[in-house]
């Protein structure tokens, strides 16, 4: 989902199993994602996409979904960080290693939870910081 790379299109477009959607509206992403059996988080490495955690990662975790994602360094982290299980291939060709038979593991048991607000705010302590300052006035 989103605009996919010209490079990756043409790569790709004799490929059924691989299915580039496009651009949707927001409100029928999860529906067609439940629908798929691999979600692919591909994000650049370059500057300042190399620092930053691709949402869509955190999105197809959260649904229990397989994984495929390209090397990259947030990537990993947040996927070490969460548990999320993900299939790693090369940023140049991340689905040439993909197996064909789907055996890999998927994030059914995957739990959310600690990424949600309420457990970023707690564990950030900004929400007791906030309690000590207005106590202070």
């Known amino acids: 989902y989103g605009t996919p790379e010209v490079s990756l ?3 790709y477009k004799d490929y059924k199993n691989i299915v580039f959607m496009g651009r949707h509206p927001q409100e029928k992403v999860f529906e067609a ?5 691999v979600a692919v988080n ?3 490495t370059h500057r300042p996409h190399a620092l930053q955690t691709p949402t869509k990662l955190l999105e197809y975790g959260a649904l229990g979904k397989r994984i495929l994602c390209n090397e990259h360094p947030q990537s990993r982290q947040v996927s070490d ?3 999320i299980k993900s ?3 090369d940023t140049l060709d991340m689905f040439k290693s993909v ?3 789907l055996s890999w593991p998927d994030n059914k048991g995957f739990d959310p ?3 949600l607000w309420p ?3 707690e564990t950030s302590g900004i929400a007791a910081k906030l309690e000590e300052a207005v106590k202070r006035k």
């Open 33 to 37: 994602l439940r629908q798929c059996h």
């Open 113 to 115: 939870a600690p990424m």
């Open 81 to 83: 960080q969460y548990g």
């Open 99 to 101: 197996p064909d038979d």
């Open 87 to 89: 299939m790693w291939g």
């Open 42 to 44: 591909y994000f650049p």
């Open 9 to 11: 299109l043409e790569r």
């Open 119 to 121: 457990s970023v705010i």
